[in-house]
């Protein structure tokens, strides 16, 4: 495509213990099952592209970034949790500040290494409450129970916007 669109998916959970784990190994089992099931999904979708290819279809590019999702599972995804901004985890801080404070390098396909930035799966509590938005979250999953419409509603807002190309510029 001319224009490169990174989709994020959004994911609303009962606790951070789920995903980060209760010992804090990041473990959790929320995040484990969604990387099995990750894993098998790109499997599924890296053959069915790997068959177009071989039919003339133009994906070799998508196919890179499957493989590199599927390389490193763990890379695409991560969380924010507020009890996270007292974390001494380096990659946690990290990922934090690039799911709050850095749209530029989350909506990014590429890293500045020339490597593609997989990151596109995001587990919160209440990202809500912290004034966080990103116009380019397609895929808003609550797996946790629903609170009163209005907050429904604000969390349909985390997204669903007019989304940004690679470079930042606004796609109608």
Do not use: C
């Not at 099995?36 to 790997?50: A, M, Y």
């Not at 290819?53 to 995804?77: C, F, M, P, W």
């Not at 990151?119 to 809500?128: G, P, Q, T, Y």
């Amino acid at each position: 495509r001319r224009n490169k669109i990174k989709t994020l998916a959004l994911f609303f959970i009962d606790s951070r213990a789920s995903f980060r784990g209760a010992d804090g190994s990041n473990d959790g089992e929320l995040r484990l099952t969604f990387e099995r099931l990750l894993t098998e999904k790109l499997k599924s979708v890296i053959k069915k592209v790997d068959d177009e290819i071989k039919h003339g279809a133009v994906l070799t590019e998508y196919r890179a970034y499957l493989q590199a999702s599927l390389d490193n599972v763990r890379a695409t995804n991560d969380g924010y949790f507020s009890d996270d901004n007292d974390s001494s985890d380096e990659e946690i801080k990290e990922n934090v500040d690039m799911i709050l404070r850095d749209k530029t390098k989350l909506l990014a396909i590429k890293n500045d290494d020339g490597t593609y930035n997989t990151f596109r799966f995001i587990f919160s509590k209440w990202a809500l409450r912290e004034g966080w938005d990103n116009p380019n979250v397609f895929t808003i999953a609550k797996l946790r129970s629903s609170g009163s419409e209005i907050s429904k509603i604000q969390e349909v807002g985390r997204g669903l916007r007019l989304p940004v190309d690679e470079r930042g510029y606004r796609i109608e």
